[in-house]
Each structure stands twice: as structure tokens, then as C-alpha cells.
């Protein structure tokens, strides 16, 4: 079922589950595992993360440099299919711009027609380890907009076509994209990002789901600009609750966003005490949810990035 059909038709806000790719050496069996306790909420789709190849640089003996491809993690693909032979759920690879050509995606949009997955959310990626800005890869795209316009460009193997519904050629994929309350960290200001964010949506995009964030005015007036700049698909807040005391100044660097002083303040009266500082995070991000859904919002994301107890604690309070 498409995400774009699931948010029309459901009646009150549901969670969605953001997961990463394991590491290379991780059996499917234990990649089952750790996202079994989010089963026991009928998630109805599981998000997958995409993650551009790095090359490293290995000094020969000769002492010549040869370039070598370091692949790290399993594919969005592979994971999407091993979640799908386990549990009866959506699964939305991301695919990214990063490293990769147009042609290399339309193939991979093969694979993904080929397992019956019809939604994806399309991003850009960012610049390889060392490189100052993103340059996007020969006969690849420059910018999110251009990928979701090549896969709405997309027509699908002969046998795909044959299969589709009439009308259906271009509209295969549901497609999402992300968006930034607190503005991406290379855009000028909010209002140009703004723009364009909806030259995603002027391709084709159905849906945004947001970087985290952590004070809810900032989702609210990031929606009101929106809608004043003629966005109207729906916008999915993404959430993402602190669990360490090092994360208030990792999240800030990382995602180029604010951590409200209130709760700056409580993490620093909590000291060395890792278990206050994990319930401080909880609780913050149990309160974000339980606002964010009495203000209506269709549904709320969650970047699990491999951690899945607070997220837990969070889905019982809130859902
Ligand atoms: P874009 O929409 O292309 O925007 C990038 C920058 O270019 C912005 O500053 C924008 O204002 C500017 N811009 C866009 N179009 C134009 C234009 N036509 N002319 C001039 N400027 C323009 N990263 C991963 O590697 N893997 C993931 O799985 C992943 N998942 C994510 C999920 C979500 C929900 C979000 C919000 C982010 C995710 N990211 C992921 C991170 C994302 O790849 C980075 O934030 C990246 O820097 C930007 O991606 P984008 O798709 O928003 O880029």
C-alpha cells in the first residue's frame, strides 16, 4: 500500500520506524531481532536508510596509493526484503543521489518493482568523508528534485509495464521527501530552502517527513511556511529522543539544528547520571509526540538509529 494512501485513510496519527542498515557480519536473524520489540505496535511501514559507498585510500608497497571501494553496510534493498519475508509491513528504502548514476538507480528501482515495493523516500546524500562540498556523481543528479523527476521519468522493464495499471506509469512509485524546520545547513536562509523543498513536490514528491527536531514551534512555523509557499502534501514531524549527555553537542554538529536551553539545562543537572540523562530524552521526546498528535499531525517518525528501548517506552506512552 502506498504511504500516500495510508495517510488519507488513517483517522488518527500512527508512528513510523526509521532503522539503519546493520553493519557487514550481521546475520538476518539478528537484524529480525532488533527490530522485533517495534512489531508488537503494528508499525505500518519500516523505513530503511540508504548509505553512499566511501572509497579509502591503501599505500601499495611500491609506495604508490591504489583507490579501494568500501562498502560497510547492507543494502536498503536486501534489508527491505529480509523485513518483508519475516513481517507482513511496508517497507521505504531511501534512495540517494550520493555516489550513484542515474542509470544505477533506474536499476535499482528495478529490484525494488521486482519485490512489490511501490514507495520510496528520494534524497540527495551528502559529500564523501574529506570532501568539502557534495558533487554529485557523472551521469548522477545534483539535487533531490532532479532524482524524484528521474523516478517519475521511470517506466519500468517491459514486464513492469505489462503488469501496471492504466495511469499508473508514472505514479509506480509513492515518493517522499525530506524537509528542514530549523533550514539545510548549506541553504541561505529558510525561504530559499522553502523554495526548494517545493521544487521536490513540483516533481512529483507525495509527502516530507522532517529532520528531527526538538522544540515543536519549530515544526509548527516550518508547516505555516509551507503552506504559505503552496506546499500542501503532509508533512510527517520526525522525532529522535536524546540518550546520551554527548549527543547535545553531536545532534547540533551532525544535523546543524537547536537543542532548546530547557532541556540543555535538565541533561546538565542530570551530571554523570546515564540513566537520568536516557529518562530526561524519554520523557522530552514522549511530551514532543503527545503535543505534536493533539495538534493533528497524520502520523510521527522516528529515527531509531539502532536503538530501540526508548523508542519503545515512547510508542506505549504516546500510541
Ligand atoms: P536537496 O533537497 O537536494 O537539498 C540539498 C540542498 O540544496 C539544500 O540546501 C537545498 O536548499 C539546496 N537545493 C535543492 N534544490 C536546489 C536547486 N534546484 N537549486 C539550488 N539549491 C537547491 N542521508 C543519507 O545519506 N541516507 C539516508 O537514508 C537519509 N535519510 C534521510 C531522511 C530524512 C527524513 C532526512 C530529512 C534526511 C535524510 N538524509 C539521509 C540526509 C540528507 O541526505 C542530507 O540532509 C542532505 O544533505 C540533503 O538531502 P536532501 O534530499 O534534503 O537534498
Known sequence: ??????????????????????????????LIESIA?????????????????????????????SRHLVRNRISETTVCAAIMSRYDVETVPHIICAGTTAEEIESKLDNLEFLGINNIVALRGD???????????PGGYRYASELVEGIRRYQGSAGYQRNRKEGDSDRYFCIGVGGYPEKHFEAANIETDIENLKKKIDAGADYIITQMFFD????????RRCREAGITVPIIPGLKPLSTARQINMIPESFSLDIPVELTSEIAKAGTDKEAVYRIGTEWCI??????IAHGVPAVHFYTMGKSQNIVNILKECF
Open 37 to 65: 520489540p517495534f512489531m508488537e505496535f503494528s508499525p505500518k511501514y519500516i523505513n530503511v536508510t540508504s548509505h553512499r559507498d566511501e572509497f579509502e585510500f591503501r599505500e601499495e608497497a611500491d609506495g604508490s596509493f
Open 216 to 223: 515543536n514551534n519549530v515544526y509548527y512555523d516550518f508547516v
Open 1 to 30: 500500500m502506498k504511504i500516500s494512501d495510508i495517510l488519507t485513510g488513517s483517522t488518527k496519527a500512527y508512528p513510523s520506524l526509521e532503522i539503519v542498515p546493520p553493519l557487514r557480519g550481521i546475520t538476518k536473524k539478528e
Open 127 to 137: 559529500s564523501m568523508t574529506g570532501e568539502k562540498r557534495f558533487s554529485p556523481t
Open 287 to 292: 511530551e514532543q509526540c503527545r503535543d505534536l
